[in-house]
């Protein structure tokens, strides 16, 4: 039974290698113009940005209680509202475009954000983004590419059905197949929340801790 599942996936990727493909290296784009910002602010730019930056640090050291459960809260929720819209953007033609810019939003954001906080803070800003932006990214940025790349293979298949003059398959069964699929992603992103909250959370606070 699981062997037959893991071919079913197995297959899939296979038939869409493309698509995946496609949105790694978009996201991956994303990462690298992110960085390539880091590098175009002037040092005027970067000193208030890091201002700010490290007025959220003295936030963090200040609070005597940081209540993870709410970071848990916040985090999944955003997850939850990312994965939708990248849901009913896949279910619409016309929502294709934006599945792309969102992706790659997502890359520049990891991108600029990893690259500044490494570009002011030098060995130290390494050490805090592999330890409190790392671990919940190793989970999320595999699925925000799957639902993005289910998204854009849902759509073109839409588009294939509107334009074929033969008659084809009902659209029910891969619907439902995407249904699931996105549900399981929802269940994968509450992890990374969990590993963000009870974890990353707690690395960041005492490595900023020990920085100041």
């Known amino acids: 039974m699981y062997k037959n599942k893991s071919l079913i996936v197995v297959d899939h990727v296979k038939e869409n290698a493309t698509v995946y493909l496609f949105m790694i290296i978009l996201f991956l784009t994303g990462i690298v113009f992110g960085a390539i910002l880091v590098n175009s602010m002037n040092f005027i730019q970067k000193q208030e940005l890091f201002f700010y930056l490290e007025r959220f640090f003295g936030q963090i050291i200040g609070q005597q209680d940081i209540k993870n459960v709410d970071i848990l809260k916040s985090s999944f929720l955003y997850h939850s509202k990312y994965l939708l819209l990248l849901f009913i953007l896949g279910l619409s033609v016309i929502g294709l475009p ?3 810019v969102l992706l790659f939003i997502k890359g520049l954001v990891v991108g600029f954000s990893i690259g500044f906080i490494v570009n002011q803070l030098g060995f130290k800003g390494l050490l805090l983004a592999s330890l409190s932006i790392a671990p919940q990214n190793i989970i999320i940025i595999p699925i925000y590419i799957t ?7 849902f759509s073109l298949k839409l588009l294939n059905k509107l334009f074929a003059r033969k008659i084809s398959q009902p659209v029910f069964q891969p619907f439902g197949r995407y249904f699931i699929t ?6 994968f992103s509450f992890i990374a929340a969990l590993l963000e909250a ?3 959370n707690e690395t960041m606070e005492l490595l900023i801790k020990s920085f100041y």
Do not use: T
């Open 147 to 153: 639902a993005g790349s289910l998204a854009m293979i």
């Open 182 to 187: 996105f549900a399981f992603l929802l269940l």
């Open 98 to 100: 934006i599945v792309w």
């Open 198 to 200: 009870f974890v990353a």
